[in-house]
């Protein structure tokens, strides 16, 4: 009779024990949720989510300096690595925004001309002259966006320069190349960036690299480097396979 009453007893105890001692750390109470993403400072929309790095789809001619490779880097990150004897020596980055998520361009491509769902004709000189003045006018809002960013962070030391936007072609597509450089007032490169950006119909291509230690991908560790690589970079986006 004693050894009933103590399971009795036994079982009220472990009733009111809270679930979440019971079954470990695997609790998380009703009115806790997990730690959301960190919200980014600027105004870019997020890139659409890919399965597998897109770079294995769209990489044409991986042209590079002797003795370096030129190839998608493994994982889903959409990087490209520049590397030698098995050494990574930066990373190219692409970020896709499909237009229905930004508001910002689509209203750059309808002052260009561009109604945003409108069909394209590629070959149409009248619509790539369109289109690169909305590029145009999207380099240029990334260009106050960032030296205004630029202002803050440098202060004093550092002075912000823009690079003119220059015509280009990627893939078949018109596009625009950019970039900035932070210039030390003492001598030397804080920073430099080189961005190409170019629209399909359905969304935004921007392929970036830089020489940037703050940066943690779309980068080279040593400005030299990035010097070298700068030109068969200029190839690579020529020669990438878009949609068009």
């Not at 870019?44 to 989510?49: D, Q, R």
């Not at 015509?167 to 450089?181: D, E, M, N, W």
Request: one cysteine or more; aromatic letters at 10%; proline letters at 8%.
């Amino acid at each position: 009779m004693l050894r009933l009453y103590h399971l009795l007893i036994a079982a009220i105890l472990v009733a009111l024990i809270p679930v979440g001692l019971k079954y470990g750390s695997n609790f998380i109470p009703k009115n806790q949720t997990e730690q959301p993403p960190a919200v980014e400072p600027s105004a870019k929309p997020k890139p659409v989510p890919t399965e597998g790095n897109i770079w294995r789809n769209i990489l044409g001619n991986a042209s590079a300096p002797t003795d370096w490779e030129v190839a998608p880097c493994e994982g889903n990150a959409p990087l490209l690595c520049v590397s030698t004897e098995g050494k990574v020596l930066g990373t190219v980055e692409i970020g896709v925004y499909p237009l229905e998520k930004n508001s910002a361009f689509q209203k750059q491509l309808e002052a260009a001309g561009i109604p945003a769902k409108s069909k394209i004709d590629y070959q149409n000189p009248q619509y790539q002259t369109q289109l690169w003045t909305a590029l145009k006018a999207w380099v240029t809002d990334y260009y106050t966006a960032i030296a205004k960013d630029r202002q803050v962070s440098y202060g004093k030391e550092t002075i912000f320069s823009s690079h003119p936007p220059q015509l280009v072609t990627i893939g078949k597509l018109p596009g625009i190349r950019y970039g900035f450089t932070g210039l030390k007032r003492e001598g030397g490169v804080k920073e430099q960036h080189i961005g190409h950006v170019t629209f399909d119909g359905n969304a935004l291509y921007v392929i970036t690299s830089a020489f940037d230690p703050s940066s943690a991908t779309g980068k080279f560790d040593k400005l030299e480097d990035l010097a070298i690589f700068q030109p068969y970079l200029y190839a690579i986006a020529a020669d990438m396979k878009l949609p068009n």
